[in-house]
């Protein structure tokens, strides 16, 4: 739920397994394309869009495409967190790899208008980072 990558220790606490059986199991779904696993410090396993599709999961927050010099990546939005009134960070299902510095990063939603220019990134959280060039988030009713 939060978007980060779970810990082979964390999901066996919460299933209650040992953590060789968690792990022998999230190889198998990784292969099956429903995780992907992070390493380093920060590393773990996050679901997939494809794992999120497949078990119907809730998909409102990941319905917002994020796109790269107008073009759509694929990518998805999982979170934007504003750290200042002129930077962002952009959580993301998908690859931050296929994105570079200086690309224009756009995305956009019924309620959610944001627009950027990418400065860096965090690949172990799936983070890219931006300036903010235009952000807007209309209120719910």
Known sequence: MSG????NSEIAKAVKRSEGTVRNQMQNLRVL???ESRTGP???YIPTCLAYEVLNFEK???DIPVYKNEENTGALL???IITSSNMGKLHIFGDTYDFDIGDEI???SKNLIFSGTMVGRD????TLLT???VAYMAPKK
Request: proline share 0%; aromatic share 0%; charged share 15%.
């Open 4 to 7: 980060l990558a779970l810990k």
């Open 33 to 35: 394309g429903l995780v």
């Open 42 to 44: 920060c590393g773990g």
């Open 60 to 62: 409102s927050k990941m």
């Open 78 to 80: 999982n979170q934007l």
């Open 106 to 108: 756009k995305i956009g």
């Open 123 to 126: 690949s172990s959280n799936n």
């Open 131 to 133: 300036s903010i060039d």
